[in-house]
């Protein structure tokens, strides 16, 4: 199934949001490490996720997709549905890398990964966050999108590391528009 990309102009200028691809994965694994939130053993997670996630294509377990400024890779973010649940969806990455971070990248991102959601009947995105200093900036970009914490686990990841889980909903007549 072809996506359309989000809107230029929602993308920001210059920015084109396509399906992600193999070729893709050492700019995903450069970036994962340059930002320098995730660990070494989330950054691996994320690279068995990617490969399986380009194996599936957007049928899969994990559609995934990626941004560009000027032919160049600038991010990526990786979805999917959510087993045994009817129409709700996980965001498990995204990540943009610091030399392209603050353009509105993450945002377009995001939207495609939204539309791309809605587009196969979803009607709520969940994602999960480390409740560290580390991903404030990260937190701060879900709340301005919209997504509400709606739960925390203690101690989740490691001591003193909790888990905060996020939402975002649409009401179920909008899921199909």
């Known amino acids: 199934m072809d996506v359309a990309p989000v809107h230029p102009r929602a993308a920001g200028v210059g920015v084109n949001v396509r399906v992600l691809r193999p070729d893709d994965r050492p700019a995903v694994a ?16 994320a690279l068995e996720v990617l490969d399986a996630g380009v194996e599936g294509g957007l049928d899969g377990d994990y559609p995934m997709f990626a ?18 649940t009817r129409s709700t969806w996980h965001l498990y990455w995204i990540c943009v890398h610091p030399r392209a971070q603050g353009h509105g990248i993450g ?14 009947g979803g ?3 969940v994602l999960e966050t480390s409740a560290t200093a580390a991903y404030a900036r990260a937190r701060a970009f879900y709340a301005a999108a919209g997504y509400a914490v709606v739960g925390r686990i203690p101690d989740f990841y490691r001591p003193g590391d909790d888990c905060l889980v996020y939402c975002r909903a649409w009401p179920a007549a909008s899921a199909s528009s």
């Open 107 to 120: 945002r377009a991102l995001q939207a495609q990964a939204e539309a791309f959601v809605r587009s196969r």
């Open 67 to 84: 941004a560009e400024v000027d032919g160049r890779f600038a991010g990526y973010v990786c979805v999917g549905h959510t087993p045994l």
């Open 123 to 125: 009607e709520r995105v």
């Open 30 to 45: 450069e970036a994962l490490v340059a930002c320098g939130a995730f660990t070494e053993e989330e950054v691996r997670v």
